[in-house]
């Protein structure tokens, strides 16, 4: 595949105090791993947790058009990996 | 490595997915049924158990029981027979905080066996068989060819562990206990951890250690919620730490915090700098009259620690207040009818504010965080404003370690010099040392031992929200941008 994966941290406040303060490391280590075929990014908050009660379900991942809900390293690696096949 | 990095994350998300559940009751029509309904809006009927529970009804459970320490009330002394509902009524009714900020949640606590060492399967029942040998208590045997440890014998010493050439004895580790530098918490013949509070110092490492997350602060949110609501003016005390841990400037935290509902915020950086030049003076005194050494005394955990365990370091430790006491006293000055709040990175600065009557209340950086959530406050699209007294540059680096060492330094005439000595996080060892010098009355390494709870100062409490290194870089911005405290006293004194 030649088109870059893009990996999209959400940095909102819901997002960052359920966990994604920790998710903050992909930033550095994703490119380190990956190079150029992979773009990542803080953004601002993704409107995903003010649905009803999603905010537990945060903090909030997009990898390409896929969510990651409760994402964890581990888990966006992973998506990313799935991606790059 | 950082406490916070180590923290279990998913006790992390619970704990604070509990918070907003019980602010956003609080706020609702109806707070007394809207915490009842917690746990089972968290599991409903059919909802998958997860996979670490037996259940879904000893789940719900225990959610009940975090339910109850995020109301503010100990775990281990509420009876299982009142509603969730009953507590809600009481801690609304309620005038001050318990006396101590932590709890046990013995039901979550069971998972995890007593430490003992242990014999794997590894063992290949060796000819030479040193840990027979070695074992001064007689404790091991073979047995079908095997090790085997006998529990009423074994004193847990760990030698066998040592000369075992395969590694096939391992020790069990309880992480409460390990994580205990003063041997506070234990498991009971139960085998549920209890705090012994007679010991504990309330620097929070049980809870940040525990991977069942069974140690829980005890809440004081409702409390500050409650006098919000009657209309109070609640000012906020915003410890340097707080800084690091939201993803927003340090200009938009003060908007972010008014839109809680708070009258107005100070940094205690503020009361820091205080702390900064009497501490100073004090050191400059000290080594005058011919002392050894001195060690610092911001960090609340570290007091207890003294107060409870090393008396005899009494006499070495600075006699300067701390900069919540000197941001408190100012706030109370400039506002006699305020309810004050302090924004906190640990527990144990619950424990000092009991003894302080012009701190009201302390919140950590999670309730804060659970707060803004339930609020759906985006702290990065805040507008900014200034702190009517803004704070130097050294005050606002005290939450990082060798900050407090650093800025009384900066202070210290040339024919007086600082050595300074970190004591980076208390640890089992960190406190054997801190004996020494006390019992010695002198300290090989240094005459000024700066001496933190947490590895890495307050940027690493156990109740921090971000990670600790874009943490520090956040604080190392607001500090570079910041006044010197040297150009600050110069300007008073003009």
């Known amino acids: 595949m030649s088109e870059k994966v893009s990996v999209k941290v959400c940095l909102g406040t819901t997002c960052f105090v359920m966990g994604s303060s920790n998710l903050q490391e992909l930033i550095d280590t994703v490119p380190k791993k990956y190079g150029d075929k992979v773009e990542v990014s803080g953004v601002p908050c993704l409107g995903l947790c003010s649905i009803d009660w999603e905010f537990s379900k945060a903090p909030y991942v997009k990898v ?18 799935e991606k790059l096949k | 490595m950082a406490m916070n990095t180590s923290t279990p994350k998913q006790t992390s998300h619970l704990k604070r997915e509990i918070l907003v559940r019980v602010i956003k009751a609080y706020l609702s029509d109806n707070f ?13 009927k059919n909802s998958d158990v997860p996979n670490y529970r037996c259940c879904i009804f000893k789940e719900r459970a225990i959610l009940r029981d975090r339910t109850i320490a995020g109301l503010g009330f100990s775990i281990e002394e ?38 003992r060492i242990y014999v794997t399967d590894l063992c290949q029942g060796c000819v030479a068989r040193p840990c027979v040998n070695t074992c001064k208590f007689g404790a ?27 590694q096939a004895i391992q020790k069990i580790i309880v992480p409460c206990e390990s994580a205990c530098p003063v041997g506070a918490i234990a498991k009971d013949e139960n085998g549920h951890a209890r705090i012994d509070f007679d010991k504990c110092i309330s620097c929070g490492k049980c809870a940040s250690a525990c991977p069942f997350g069974a140690v829980h602060e005890k809440s004081q949110i409702i409390d500050v919620l409650k006098n919000i609501k009657h209309g109070k003016k609640v000012i906020a005390m915003v410890a340097p ?19 809680l509902g708070f009258s107005d915020v100070y940094e205690v950086a503020q009361g820091a700098d205080v702390t ?36 005899e370091m009494k006499p070495f430790r600075s006699d300067t207040k701390t900069p919540m006491y000197y941001t408190a006293e100012i706030v109370k000055k400039e506002n006699p009818d305020a309810i004050t709040v302090f924004f906190s990175p640990c527990v144990a600065k619950k424990r000092e504010a009991l003894n302080n009557p012009n701190v009201d209340y302390v919140l950590n950086y999670e309730e804060i965080g659970a707060w803004m959530i339930a609020l759906g406050i985006q702290v990065a699209e805040c507008g900014e404003s200034k702190f009517k007294t803004e704070a130097s540059a050294e ?31 208390l640890t089992k060892q960190s406190v054997r040392d801190l004996k020494k010098y006390a019992k010695n009355g002198m300290c090989e390494l240094g005459n000024l031992i700066e001496v933190m709870a947490c590895t890495g100062g307050c940027l690493g409490g156990n109740s921090t929200v971000n990670a600790m290194k874009p ?24």
């Open chain 2, 471 to 494: 943490a520090l870089k956040q604080v190392s911005a607001y500090v570079s941008e910041s006044k010197s405290i040297k150009e600050q006293v110069e300007e008073t004194a003009k």
């Open chain 2, 32 to 44: 007394e049924e809207n915490t009842r309904l917690i746990p089972f809006a968290m599991r409903p």
């Open chain 2, 140 to 166: 091991i045997s073979i047995q079908n060819g095997k090790s085997v440890i006998d529990p009423e014998k074994c004193k847990n010493c760990g030698m066998c562990v040592q000369v075992c050439p395969y």
């Open chain 2, 276 to 311: 900064t030049q009497t501490e100073a003076h004090e050191f400059v005194e000290r080594l005058e009259k011919g002392e050894e050494f001195m060690t610092t005394s911001c960090c609340a955990g570290y007091n207890e620690l003294v107060d409870k365990h090393i008396p």
């Open chain 1, 64 to 81: 390409n058009d896929e969510v990651i809900k409760e994402a964890t390293v581990e888990k966006v690696l992973k998506a990313i990996d």
């Open chain 2, 395 to 425: 005050g606002r680096n005290y939450c990082v370690t060798g900050g407090v060492a650093k800025a009384v330094e900066t202070l210290l005439p040339e024919e007086i010099p600082a050595h300074v000595v970190l004591v980076d996080g």
């Open chain 2, 78 to 115: 509420t009876d299982d027979s009142i509603l969730l509902s009953d507590l809600a009524q009481k801690a609304e009714k309620r005038d001050t905080p318990e006396e101590h900020p932590l709890t046990v949640l013995t039901t979550a606590c069971k998972g995890c066996v007593p430490s």
């Open chain 2, 241 to 259: 730490a707080m800084f690091g841990q939201l993803p927003c400037k340090p200009q938009q935290l003060k908007e972010a915090i008014m839109k």
